[in-house]
C-alpha cells in the first residue's frame, strides 16, 4: 500500500467512525426518524447530481423499484436500527457493531449458502 492510500483510508475510517458519534449526539436531539430522514435526504442531495452529471438518469428511472429495494435493505433499514439504537448504547459499541458487518456477512453466507 502506497502512503497515499494509507491517508485515505485512516481518512474514511475517521469519517465513517465519526459518523456514530454525530449520531449519539443528534438522535436525541433530533429523534431517530427525523435524524434517518435527513442522512437520506443529504446523501440523495449530493448524489443525484452527480448521477445526473454522469448521464445515469435513465438508468435510475428504468431500474427505480430494484434501486428501491437494495436502498431499503441496505441503507434505510440499518440507518433505522442504527439511529434507534444510538438512544442507548455507546458511539463506540455502534461502530463495533457496524464493523462486524463483513463477520456477519460471511457467517450468514456460509450457513445459509453454503460457501
Do not use: H, K, Q
Not at 465513517?16 to 443528534?26: K, P, Q, T
Not at 448524489?47 to 438518469?57: C, E, F, S, T
Not at 439511529?83 to 458487518?101: D, E, H, K, W, Y
Amino acid at each position: 500500500m502506497r502512503g497515499r492510500d494509507v491517508v485515505d483510508l485512516l481518512m474514511l475510517a475517521a469519517l465513517w467512525g465519526g459518523s456514530f458519534l454525530f449520531m449519539r449526539v443528534a438522535a436525541p436531539e433530533f429523534g431517530w426518524a427525523p435524524l434517518v430522514a435527513v442522512r437520506v435526504a443529504v446523501a440523495a442531495a449530493l448524489l443525484i447530481p452527480l448521477l445526473a452529471w454522469r448521464g445515469g438518469l435513465p438508468v435510475l428511472r428504468e431500474r427505480a423499484g430494484s434501486i428501491f429495494l437494495v436502498g431499503l435493505i441496505n441503507s434505510a433499514l440499518p440507518f433505522c436500527g442504527f439511529a434507534f439504537a444510538a438512544l442507548s448504547v455507546s458511539a463506540g459499541f455502534s461502530a463495533i457493531l457496524n464493523a462486524s458487518t463483513p463477520i456477519w456477512g460471511a457467517l450468514i453466507a456460509w450457513a445459509w449458502l453454503g460457501e
